[in-house]
């Protein structure tokens, strides 16, 4: 509550605005480092899983990096092994068991 009533100050003291100031500097690259990890972390799993180096994934820092990032997976061949042919997804799942008969409803007596 005091951070909002400072804000809606007129005339701050300068002393309190440094000091104001030099808290959110501190905490800035700490956000961003948080921000880069939460973006870097997925893609080096995707790169690795595409048969790509996963070192790619450091294109994010790079200022539009991550358009060229999204370039090189959207429209390169990935190195990854084809499905046999003629698989589908319903023939990789053993034959479920019959369900139980269901009584009739509504119970007849």
Same mark, same amino acid.
């Given at each position: 509550?005091?951070?909002?009533?400072?804000?809606?100050?007129?005339?701050?003291? =300068?002393?309190?605005?440094?000091?104001?100031?030099?808290?959110?500097?501190?905490?800035?690259?700490?956000?961003?480092?948080?921000?880069?990890?939460?973006?870097?972390?997925?893609?080096?799993?995707?790169?690795?899983?595409?048969?790509? &180096?996963?070192?790619? &994934?450091?294109?994010?820092?790079? =200022?539009?990096?991550?358009?060229?990032?999204?370039?090189?997976?959207?429209?390169?061949?990935?190195?990854?092994?084809?499905?046999?042919?003629?698989?589908?997804?319903?023939?990789?799942?053993?034959?479920? @068991?019959?369900?139980? =008969?269901?009584?009739?409803?509504? @119970?007849?007596?």
């Amino acid at each position: 509550m005091h951070f909002l009533a400072l804000i809606q100050q007129n005339n701050i003291d =300068p002393e309190t605005a440094k000091h104001l100031v030099g808290f959110f500097l501190a905490f800035i690259p700490i956000i961003i480092l948080i921000g880069l990890a939460i973006v870097i972390v997925p893609f080096w799993f995707i790169c690795k899983k595409a048969g790509f &180096s996963p070192w790619l &994934s450091l294109l994010y820092i790079v =200022p539009l990096g991550n358009l060229v990032l999204y370039y090189i997976l959207a429209f390169a061949e990935w190195k990854v092994v084809p499905a046999p042919p003629g698989w589908t997804q319903y023939t990789q799942y053993p034959p479920q @068991p019959p369900y139980p =008969p269901q009584p009739p409803y509504p @119970p007849q007596a």
